[in-house]
C-alpha cells in the first residue's frame, strides 16, 4: 500500500556503490516492504525513487526527517 509523507531534512540514499544524494525536502510516497522501503518524489519535471532499508527509514522517522501523513 502506497502512503504519503514530508521529507524534512537530510534524508540520504546511496546511488548503486556512488556518493550519496539527497532527497528534497517535499512530499514522497512510500512502499513499505518487510526489510526496505522505497520512496518516490518529483523534482520539477524529474520523477526519482530510490530504496532505503527499513532500519534507515525507521531512523528518519524517529528524527523527525521522514513525517508520515
Do not use: C, N
Not at 509523507?5 to 539527497?22: N, P, Q
Not at 510516497?29 to 520523477?47: K, N, Q, T
Request: a negative charge; hydrophobic letters at 40%; proline letters at 3%.
Amino acid at each position: 500500500m502506497t502512503q504519503q509523507a514530508t521529507i524534512r531534512g537530510d534524508v540520504e540514499f546511496r546511488a548503486g556503490d556512488g556518493m550519496k544524494l539527497e532527497i528534497p525536502d517535499g512530499p514522497v510516497e512510500i512502499e513499505v516492504a518487510a526489510d526496505s522501503v522505497m520512496l518516490s518524489w518529483h523534482e520539477g519535471a524529474d520523477a526519482s525513487s530510490t530504496a532505503i532499508t527499513r532500519d534507515e527509514f525507521d531512523r528518519y522517522v524517529r528524527e523527525g526527517k521522514i513525517r508520515l501523513r
